[in-house]
């Protein structure tokens, strides 16, 4: 079993930066990605941004160029810095790691974009 444990949420005002982490308790040099995933009241989980095993990224066009996805194996945590917020990213983040023994995700951390 992993467990993971995401970070770094909060409230933050429309053009404001914030950056989430997602600890692992398992190295994360065996993941074949990690990604962040996000889920707004009323609405379906949605995906943000992925880092594959080898470095390789991918993101929702919605967050492109305002969010960077990154990872450190050796604190076995990934990250999602987040810029120029918007009230629409308002939601829950949730970390995924996808590991060869299976599906993992972390219980989620509230990010709120008001003033």
């Known amino acids: 079993q992993v467990q993971l444990v995401e970070s770094g949420g909060g409230l933050v005002q429309p053009g404001g930066s914030l950056r989430l982490s997602c600890a692992a308790s398992?190295?994360?040099?065996?993941?074949?990605?990690m990604a962040w995933y996000r889920q707004a009241p009323g609405k379906q989980r949605e995906f943000v941004a992925l880092v594959n095993s080898g470095g390789s990224t991918a993101y929702a066009d919605s967050v492109k160029g305002r969010f960077t996805i990154s990872r450190d194996n050796t604190k076995n945590t990934a990250y999602l810095q987040m810029n120029g917020l918007k009230p629409e990213d308002t939601a829950v983040y949730f970390c995924?790691?996808?590991?060869?023994?299976?599906?993992?995700w972390g219980q989620g951390t509230q990010v709120t974009v008001s003033s």
């Open positions: 398992r190295s994360i040099s065996l993941v074949n990605s």
């Open positions: 995924q790691a996808q590991y060869r023994v299976g599906l993992y």
